[in-house]
C-alpha cells in the first residue's frame, strides 16, 4: 500500500512576457482523480508545467507532502521530481524498444535500481492489462494501447503524483472506456490530475474537479458539488456547469 501524497498549491501565479497567465491559485489535491477543466488557453498546460517544475512560478508556493513530509517543489526539487510525473497528451515512446523494455527503461530513467524497476515494471504491466503486448514493439501500438503504455511508464517510475495530459483526446468508444476506468483505478491509491474536455460520465471518473478560466481557478472542489446546482441527470448537468464555470 502506497503512503497517500497530497499536493498543496497556495498563491500561485505564473507571468510570461508581462502577460498574466495564472491568478493566485489556491488549491489541494487529495489521493483520488481530479478534472483539469478549461478551454484552450485557459492556462491548464502552464499549471501542468508549473506542477511538473519544467516552469518556476512567479510567484507563490508548490508544495507535497508524503506521509509526514513536506517537500517544496523549489527548494528540495529534485526531491519533490521523485513523487510527480507528467504524461504529455502526444507521447512518445522510445522506438525500437518492445513494450516491456520501454516500461523497464522509464522506471530505470527515474533513478530505481534495476531490481525495483524491474518490480514497477511489472507491477505496471499488471496494472493497465498490457501483458498480453509486452512483446510488441512500440511503434506498433494503437492510440489506445500507446496511452496505456504511457500511463504503465508513469506508474513504473513509483511516483505518487500522475499528471495527465488529455489522455483520451483522439481515441475511439472503447479505449476510451478503458483509460477512463484505468484513471479510477489507479486514482484510488494516488494523486492523479486529467487536464480534459471530456465531460461525459464526469460524476463517475472523477472525485474533484479544478476549473479555470482565463488563468483564474473559478471552482475547486468535489465533482458532486460542481454538479448538484443543476437539474436533470449527470449528463445534463455537467454541460451546465462547464457553462457556468467556464463559458460565461
Known amino acids: 500500500m502506497l503512503e497517500d501524497s497530497v499536493i498543496f498549491v497556495e498563491n500561485l501565479s505564473y507571468t510570461r512576457r508581462r502577460h498574466r497567465v495564472l491568478y493566485d491559485l489556491n488549491f489541494t489535491l487529495a489521493p483520488g482523480a481530479t478534472a483539469l477543466l478549461g478551454h484552450n488557453g485557459a492556462g491548464k498546460s ?40 507528467l504524461v504529455p497528451q502526444q507521447y512518445r515512446p522510445v522506438p525500437g524498444l518492445s513494450v516491456e523494455q520501454h516500461i523497464q527503461y522509464v522506471s530505470w530513467l527515474a533513478s530505481n535500481p534495476s531490481s525495483k524497476a524491474n518490480r514497477l515494471a511489472q507491477e505496471a ?50 479505449h476510451k472506456d478503458a483509460i477512463n476506468q484505468l484513471i479510477q483505478t489507479v486514482g484510488q491509491e494516488r494523486v492523479v490530475l486529467v487536464a480534459t474536455h471530456d465531460l461525459y460520465q464526469l460524476d463517475k471518473i472523477y472525485q474533484h474537479v479544478l476549473a479555470l478560466k482565463r488563468g483564474h481557478l473559478t471552482f475547486s472542489g468535489q465533482t458532486y458539488d460542481f454538479l448538484a446546482p443543476f437539474s436533470g441527470s449527470p449528463q445534463q448537468q455537467a454541460p451546465a456547469a462547464f457553462n457556468y464555470f467556464i463559458e460565461q
Open 125 to 174: 504491466i499488471e496494472a493497465t492489462s498490457l501483458q498480453g503486448l509486452v512483446d510488441r514493439k512500440t511503434t506498433e501500438l494503437s492510440g489506445g494501447e500507446t496511452q496505456r503504455l504511457a500511463i504503465a511508464g508513469a506508474l513504473a517510475t513509483g511516483a505518487r503524483t500522475l499528471l495527465l495530459d488529455e489522455p483520451t483526446a483522439g481515441l475511439d468508444p472503447s
Open 46 to 85: 502552464t499549471l501542468f508545467s508549473l506542477l511538473a517544475t519544467a516552469l518556476k512560478p512567479t510567484q507563490g508556493s508548490i508544495g507535497l507532502q508524503v506521509g509526514s513530509q513536506r517537500v517544496d517543489s523549489r527548494r528540495q526539487g529534485k526531491q519533490y521530481r521523485k513523487h510527480i510525473v
